[in-house]
Nanobody, 115 residues
Framework: QVQLVESGGGLVQPGGSLRLSCAAS????????MGWYRQAPGKERELVAG???????NYADSVKGRFTISRDNAKNTVYLQMNSLKPEDTAVYYC?????????WGQGTQVTVSS
Protein backbone atom coordinates (compact mmCIF):
# COMPACT_ATOMS: atom_id res chain seq x y z
CA GLN A 1 0.00 0.00 0.00
CA VAL A 2 1.38 3.36 -1.01
CA GLN A 3 1.31 6.01 1.66
CA LEU A 4 2.85 9.27 2.82
CA VAL A 5 4.13 9.62 6.36
CA GLU A 6 4.85 13.07 7.76
CA SER A 7 6.84 14.15 10.78
CA GLY A 8 8.38 17.25 12.32
CA GLY A 9 5.50 19.46 13.38
CA GLY A 10 5.21 21.08 16.76
CA LEU A 11 5.07 24.29 18.77
CA VAL A 12 7.62 27.00 18.07
CA GLN A 13 8.01 30.65 19.02
CA PRO A 14 7.79 33.40 16.40
CA GLY A 15 11.07 33.69 14.57
CA GLY A 16 11.89 30.04 15.17
CA SER A 17 12.42 27.17 12.77
CA LEU A 18 10.97 23.74 12.09
CA ARG A 19 11.73 21.05 9.55
CA LEU A 20 9.00 18.81 8.19
CA SER A 21 9.63 15.47 6.53
CA CYS A 22 7.42 13.40 4.28
CA ALA A 23 8.39 9.90 3.25
CA ALA A 24 6.58 7.96 0.55
CA SER A 25 6.49 4.23 1.14
CA UNK A 26 5.15 1.17 -0.58
CA UNK A 27 5.50 -0.07 -4.13
CA UNK A 28 6.36 3.16 -5.94
CA UNK A 29 7.45 3.22 -9.55
CA UNK A 30 6.74 6.84 -10.36
CA UNK A 31 6.67 10.14 -8.44
CA UNK A 32 5.29 12.91 -10.65
CA UNK A 33 5.03 15.68 -8.10
CA MET A 34 5.48 16.12 -4.38
CA GLY A 35 4.96 18.99 -2.03
CA TRP A 36 3.36 20.61 0.97
CA TYR A 37 -0.01 22.21 1.58
CA ARG A 38 -1.41 23.76 4.71
CA GLN A 39 -4.83 24.50 6.14
CA ALA A 40 -5.49 26.99 8.90
CA PRO A 41 -8.76 26.99 10.86
CA GLY A 42 -11.54 28.49 8.80
CA LYS A 43 -9.41 28.73 5.67
CA GLU A 44 -9.01 26.69 2.53
CA ARG A 45 -6.10 24.37 1.99
CA GLU A 46 -3.30 26.13 0.11
CA LEU A 47 -0.07 25.16 -1.58
CA VAL A 48 2.99 26.07 0.47
CA ALA A 49 5.80 24.64 -1.64
CA GLY A 50 6.20 21.81 -4.10
CA UNK A 51 8.10 20.10 -6.88
CA UNK A 52 6.43 19.80 -10.24
CA UNK A 53 6.74 16.72 -12.41
CA UNK A 54 9.50 18.54 -14.28
CA UNK A 55 11.49 19.13 -11.12
CA UNK A 56 10.73 22.82 -10.75
CA UNK A 57 9.87 24.28 -7.37
CA ASN A 58 6.89 26.48 -6.55
CA TYR A 59 6.37 28.54 -3.42
CA ALA A 60 3.48 30.51 -2.03
CA ASP A 61 4.32 34.21 -2.01
CA SER A 62 3.79 34.30 1.75
CA VAL A 63 6.66 31.87 2.40
CA LYS A 64 9.21 32.88 -0.25
CA GLY A 65 12.57 33.59 1.33
CA ARG A 66 11.61 31.83 4.57
CA PHE A 67 10.73 28.25 3.56
CA THR A 68 12.82 25.88 1.48
CA ILE A 69 11.68 22.60 -0.03
CA SER A 70 14.19 19.87 -0.74
CA ARG A 71 14.14 16.17 -1.50
CA ASP A 72 16.08 12.95 -1.26
CA ASN A 73 15.12 10.88 -4.28
CA ALA A 74 16.84 7.78 -2.94
CA LYS A 75 14.58 7.88 0.10
CA ASN A 76 11.42 9.10 -1.69
CA THR A 77 11.37 11.87 0.89
CA VAL A 78 10.63 15.57 0.66
CA TYR A 79 11.50 18.12 3.33
CA LEU A 80 10.24 21.57 4.21
CA GLN A 81 12.65 23.78 6.13
CA MET A 82 10.68 26.60 7.71
CA ASN A 83 12.58 29.58 9.08
CA SER A 84 11.49 32.92 10.52
CA LEU A 85 8.14 31.42 11.41
CA LYS A 86 5.20 33.73 12.02
CA PRO A 87 1.94 33.19 13.91
CA GLU A 88 0.12 33.23 10.57
CA ASP A 89 2.06 30.11 9.57
CA THR A 90 0.05 28.17 12.15
CA ALA A 91 -1.84 25.41 10.36
CA VAL A 92 -2.01 21.70 9.72
CA TYR A 93 0.59 20.91 7.09
CA TYR A 94 -0.15 18.12 4.62
CA CYS A 95 2.19 16.30 2.32
CA UNK A 96 0.82 15.70 -1.17
CA UNK A 97 2.24 13.57 -3.92
CA UNK A 98 1.33 12.06 -7.25
CA UNK A 99 2.52 8.49 -6.80
CA UNK A 100 2.07 5.95 -9.57
CA UNK A 101 -0.24 8.47 -11.30
CA UNK A 102 -2.55 8.71 -8.29
CA UNK A 103 -2.86 11.58 -5.84
CA UNK A 104 -2.06 10.85 -2.21
CA TRP A 105 -2.23 12.89 0.98
CA GLY A 106 -0.47 12.46 4.28
CA GLN A 107 -2.30 12.51 7.57
CA GLY A 108 -1.19 16.05 8.39
CA THR A 109 1.07 17.49 11.04
CA GLN A 110 0.24 20.46 13.26
CA VAL A 111 2.52 23.48 13.23
CA THR A 112 1.78 26.11 15.87
CA VAL A 113 3.70 29.37 16.03
CA SER A 114 3.03 31.14 19.29
CA SER A 115 4.82 32.84 22.15
Amino acid sequence: QVQLVESGGGLVQPGGSLRLSCAASGSIFRINAMGWYRQAPGKERELVAGYTSGGRTNYADSVKGRFTISRDNAKNTVYLQMNSLKPEDTAVYYCNANLNYEEHWGQGTQVTVSS
